[in-house]
């Protein structure tokens, strides 16, 4: 029975410290200005007869064959948010965040806006 008690308490022991240990997944997005050669599944949008590229929650323009990161354009409409956004209620309105990115809901669209 000692024994017994022993290994439950090793193992036990050994969970809690692999628990501890366990490392976090951080997603890190590219500056504005950084330039990249591909892109993935990348999403055409156009807004103001301008081309902007949408990949990850992360804004581009095309610059010959590579792409550029820019800053997501106020007033620019997407109908599906990326993946990881999260709600955040300010002055009483609901909106939408990722990666530093205000959206806000409208129909069935989402618009960039500054908050």
Not at 74 to 85: D, E, F, H
């Amino acid at each position: 029975m000692q024994s017994l008690k022993l290994v439950v308490i090793t193992i036990l022991l050994v969970g809690a410290t692999s628990a501890v240990t366990a490392q976090r997944t951080v997603k890190v997005y590219p500056r504005h200005g950084t330039v990249v050669t591909t892109l993935y599944q990348p999403r055409l949008v156009v807004h103001k007869g301008v081309n902007f590229h949408f990949s990850n929650g992360v804004w581009y323009k095309a610059r010959g064959r590579k792409y550029v990161v820019c800053a997501a354009p106020v007033g620019i409409k997407l109908r599906k948010l990326p993946v990881g956004n999260k709600v955040v209620v300010y002055s009483g309105k609901k909106y939408y965040t990722h990666n530093g990115v205000y959206y806000k809901k409208k129909g069935r669209n989402y618009i960039v806006v500054n908050v």
